[in-house]
């Protein structure tokens, strides 16, 4: 079975520039998450998707970025412009939500490493 | 509050002795899962243990033990035997049945494993 999938893995942009992030899910997961990373920090949650739908996003800076996912399925994060303050990796995961609540873990990609100069 | 507190940012180990990482949680909600993850230098988070809120004993698999601890809120994470590819970030995560598709992770721990 594939894992998530994440591209690019690796950006380097100018600030004021745009970037995006493609992330596929595992099949069958209808939750999909996206957090951002910093170096020697804890993840943290900018976004999470019940199927098409957005069901958390308080702390996506929203000015700036955007994301989405059509069908229900691919997703999209999407920074414009960049800030260097936007060096992170940016963490995609899902999980299946039709298992039952006990040891339903969450699955993540390699990340993508995004560094703006 | 936080949801999860990781206190050690850094750890040593020697190679082959055993060693703990700690992990203390916050949570009002009776049913909750608690997760551990290795995050070596290459990025990927990997799933490594669970603990259920309900469980009687300890969760274990293979060298990776959880020693939780309810009422202190405390789930433990004791690797044995350490090997050279355990250095790495190990974070602490939890969801709460309340809003179970919402992981709550610490900062992490960094593990180096000297030979």
């Known amino acids: 079975e594939a894992g998530v999938v994440q591209s690019p893995r690796y950006k380097i942009i100018e600030k004021k520039q745009p970037v995006a992030f493609w992330c596929n899910p595992i099949s069958g997961h209808n939750t999909l998450y996206w957090y951002r990373q910093n170096l020697g920090q804890g993840p943290e949650l900018l976004i999470r998707y019940e199927n098409e739908e957005a069901v958390d996003d308080s702390q996506l800076p929203k000015d700036r970025f955007s994301a989405e996912r059509l069908k229900g399925v691919d997703s999209t994060l999407k920074i414009q412009p960049a800030e260097l303050g936007d060096s992170a990796v940016y963490l995609c995961?899902?999980?299946?939500?039709?298992?039952?609540?006990?040891?339903?873990?969450?699955?993540f990609g390699e990340g993508s490493w995004l560094t703006v100069v | 509050a936080q949801k999860i507190t990781q206190t050690q940012p850094g750890m040593f180990v020697q190679e082959k002795e055993a060693v703990t990482l700690d992990c203390t949680y916050d949570t009002s909600d009776p049913s909750y899962g608690l997760f551990w993850y290795k995050q070596p230098s290459s990025g990927e988070m990997i799933f490594l243990i669970y603990q259920g809120s309900y469980d009687q004993q300890n969760a274990t698999e293979g060298r990776y033990s959880l020693n939780f601890q309810k009422a202190r809120k405390s789930a433990n994470l004791v690797i044995s035997a350490s090997q050279l590819g355990d250095s790495a970030m190990y974070f602490c995560a939890m969801r709460e049945v309340g809003d179970f598709n919402k992981f709550y992770f610490g900062s992490g721990t960094k593990l180096n494993v000297k030979p």
């Open positions: 995961a899902s999980s299946d939500t039709g298992k039952t609540f006990s040891g339903n873990t969450i699955y």
